[in-house]
Nanobody
Framework: QVQLVESGGGLVQAGGSLRLSCAAS????????MGWFRQAPGKEREFVAR????????DYADSVKGRFTISRDYAKNTVYLQMNSLKPEDTAVYYC?????????????????WGQGTQVTVSS
């Protein structure tokens, strides 16, 4: 089992920045990727970004490329999502997730462990 706890959400004006954190505990040795997803009201949960836990590889959704940066602190078992130039359409609940799937998983079903989510609201 892997436990994930997100923090760092909040209310920000358009153009502002937020940094989300995700602290992982438990059987993190079985984790290959850590990802961030988001879900807006009435919409499907969607992929935002992912990072390989042991190698330097990241992937991003087209909608956040150039604005969001995912990173990890291996010693602290923590993954971060730096979000800059935020837009109202970035408003959603953001979830951290862990996957044991080798490769570059970006689909919801490829992630077995999920955090409780943190709300990000961007006002116009």
């Amino acid at each position: 089992q892997v436990q994930l706890v997100e923090s760092g959400g909040g209310l920000v004006q358009a153009g502002g920045s937020l940094r989300l954190s995700c602290a992982a505990s438990g059987r993190t040795s079985s984790t290959y990727s850590m990802g961030w997803f988001r879900q807006a009201p009435g919409k499907e949960r969607e992929f935002v970004a992912r990072i390989s836990w042991t190698v330097s590889r990241t992937d991003y959704a087209d909608s956040v490329k150039g604005r969001f940066t995912i990173s990890r602190d291996y010693a602290k078992n923590t993954v971060y999502l730096q979000m800059n130039s935020l837009k109202p359409e970035d408003t959603a609940v953001y979830y951290c997730a862990a996957s044991g799937k080798v490769g570059a998983p970006s689909l919801v079903y490829e992630y077995a462990y999920w955090g409780q989510g943190t709300q990000v609201t961007v006002s116009s």
